[in-house]
């Protein structure tokens, strides 16, 4: 008799625990154990709890290699999720072996369990095992299917297949679905407590292990729902005409004051404000060093000389790399929108700026279309104030519009996604570059499918704030993504080629080096292997590259990018030499904000679910400093 002691562990999340059934079957190189259900005195398997069970077999099983989990049906109860988080076992002899799961089981069914340890096709021989490898990947593909979201977009989640899984309707693993122009159906509506159309039915059907938490769902509803009631009542979107004056927007921030958000209200018409926004604003990545003008930019000397002073010239500076070019020409063609009957419009301009002998980056001229002539005239900081004031209002425009489209949306979340799709589609969970990848895609598919509920909607925000709306967006987004290329993604190489790696304060980038230098140090380090050792171990531990995101850029330096060596750049030692001037959040400050984040975090997990209502308003009053670190 060999008796096999089992450790279960349940997450810790509301309703992790389960009413159901649960056996398990222990599968050695020797043979199988009989199923074994977990059942003690008492409650079983609620939330956070760790519970041992013995497993007799009348022989040893040899090295494990299976941990078959069946979940059934128990006495007239219905079926209830369980969250596994993971299974110990010890071995007769006292070895232990670790079967994690981390994944919400749910209905009846059976799941197989593989020891922790991460293992490639290759160091797998056992045809059990790479059966099983096989089984889990194409169950996954099932699960989580692509669909086209628009012409040229990265493709995304079809989260509405969840809803056909649980009916058993079967398709093929190719099917995609398209939602194109999809007109305003009847899900797309109004919810009370939010100014804009919210597209319900995709919201609805989550599989259970990309959905949010209850606390994170808890922690999104605490914010968005006062946002969305705080621009309401600011009049940001219900707002027909302009304002009076330029002093009325100040009532934007009458919500909540930040320490930046007065910064910004009292130094935003500075051209040193304006130009340390290209560094370390929201958007650091549209300036380039330039050694010439661009025929589309035909600024003389003349024009920006008293700004340059008589010690030097424009090609002078040209010449030692302080000249730079914000070139918005993505904006060129984008279509516009029409906002309560009116037209709007959009600028694509080209902005060029001088890093002065003080460290300080300045615009020295601003164009607001890819073409001159007498219709696009070149503005200067000679120009009357209003005038330049304005260009500089324009500019700040084309910024959003890129950096919120493109920058943020499509970089950070959609092509994310892509590549958590591949994650979960191609790699099994045993596979190390699986379980490297997994924790950095929590919450992507979830958050994304919301975005585009909420947002990218018809009628939803973007349609109602901006002056592309939802047909400008995708026309910037699939233009963005046609000209990416994956030196756009590896920080050292994108900076050199930039040409912004001795630019003084440049903040975005000494803390990216920092982070990039930070992951090439890590423990993973070790694992990468050049390409002749992929072959050598056999291509087939990872997926085609068919089954990965592709970039849709310049495939050559993709290439390159993707074998990136360990960086040789080395921080500039500017950054020390030449103290900014402009905004650092006080460590007071900081300290105080990190503070109320506990604090509101022991508010959450303390008040008992009787107060909800109670607590919601303490906090919608009480937020307000801690808005833009939760946003
Ligand atoms: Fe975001």
């Not at 022989?59 to 999720?81: C, I, N, P, Q, T």
Request: proline content about 7%; charged content about 20%.
């Amino acid at each position: 008799m060999a008796v096999y002691r089992l450790c279960v562990t349940t997450g810790p999340y509301l309703k992790a625990g389960t009413l159901d059934n649960i056996s398990v079957t222990l599968v050695g190189t020797c043979g199988e154990s009989p199923k074994q259900r977990l059942d003690r005195m008492g409650r079983d398997l609620a939330p956070g709890s760790v519970q041992k069970y013995k497993v007799r077999c009348s022989a040893e099983l040899g090295e494990l290699l299976l941990l078959r989990v069946h979940k059934e049906r128990y006495a007239f109860f219905r079926k209830d999720s369980w969250y596994c988080s993971r299974i110990c076992v010890t071995e007769p002899d006292g070895t232990v072996s670790h079967f994690p799961c981390y994944q919400w089981i749910e209905g009846y069914c059976t799941v197989e369990l593989r020891p922790g340890t991460a293992r490639t096709v290759c160091q797998d021989s056992l045809p059990l095992l790479l059966d099983h490898r096989t089984r889990e990947l194409r169950a996954r593909q099932e699960c989580y299917r692509w669909k086209i979201y628009a012409p040229g977009f990265p493709h995304i989640v079809d989260v509405s297949s969840f809803q056909e899984m649980e009916s058993d309707k079967k398709f093929a693993l190719t099917k995609t679905t398209t939602c194109v122009d999809q007109d305003d159906s009847s899900g797309n509506r109004y919810l009370p407590g939010f100014p804009m159309k919210i597209d319900i039915p995709s919201l609805l059907y989550m599989e259970p292990n990309i959905r949010y938490s209850a606390t994170k769902t808890a922690s999104l509803l605490f914010n968005a729902i006062p946002a969305s009631l705080g621009m309401k009542l600011r009049g940001l979107l219900d707002r027909k005409g302009s304002w009076k004056k330029l002093d009325d927007m100040r009532n934007i921030f009458w919500c909540h004051k930040t320490f930046m958000t007065k910064y910004v209200t009292e130094h935003w018409r500075e051209d040193h404000f304006f130009g340390y926004q290209y560094l370390n604003g929201v958007n650091p990545i549209m300036l380039h060093c330039i050694s010439s003008l661009p025929s589309k930019l035909p600024v003389t000397n003349d024009m920006v000389a008293p700004l340059l002073g008589q010690s030097t010239c424009l090609q002078t500076e040209l010449e030692r790399g302080n000249i730079f070019l914000a070139d918005y020409w993505i904006l060129a063609e984008a279509p516009t929108h029409c906002l309560n009957d009116r037209p709007q419009y959009v600028a694509a301009p080209l902005c060029l700026l001088w890093l002065s002998p003080q460290g300080a980056l300045v615009p020295l001229a601003i164009q607001l279309s890819q073409t001159p002539g007498p219709d696009s005239p070149i503005f200067l900081p000679t120009d009357s104030d209003w005038d330049w004031l304005l260009a500089k209002t324009w500019v700040r425009n084309s910024e959003f519009l890129v950096h919120e489209n493109n920058t943020h949306f499509l970089c950070t979340h959609l092509l994310c996604e892509a590549f958590a799709m591949a994650t979960l589609r191609q790699l099994p969970l045993c596979h190390p570059i699986y379980k490297l990848l997994l924790p950095h895609t929590r919450y992507t598919l979830q958050v994304n499918t919301i975005a585009r509920a909420t947002l990218l909607n018809p009628e939803g925000l973007v349609d109602q704030v901006t002056s592309i709306g939802r047909q400008g967006l995708l026309y910037l987004m699939s233009t963005g993504l046609a000209h990416f290329t994956y030196t756009n993604f590896c920080l050292p190489d994108s900076l050199r080629a930039r040409g912004v790696l001795a630019i003084p304060n440049y903040y975005y980038r000494d803390d990216g080096l920092k982070i990039w230098a930070a992951i090439e140090r890590g423990p993973w380090a070790p694992t990468r292997m050049s390409t002749s050792q992929r072959r050598a171990q056999g291509e087939a531990s990872l997926p085609s590259r068919a089954a990965w995101p592709r970039s849709r850029g310049t495939s050559r330096s993709g290439t390159r990018a993707l074998s990136c060596p360990t960086p040789t750049w080395t921080l500039p030692s500017s950054r020390t030499a030449s103290p900014s001037n402009h905004p650092q959040i006080p460590p007071k400050k900081k300290e105080r904000c990190k503070h109320e984040e506990e604090q509101f975090l022991r508010v959450l997990q303390t008040l008992p679910f009787s107060l909800f209502s109670v607590r919601l308003n303490l906090l919608v009053c009480t937020w307000g400093p801690l808005q833009p670190r939760w946003l």
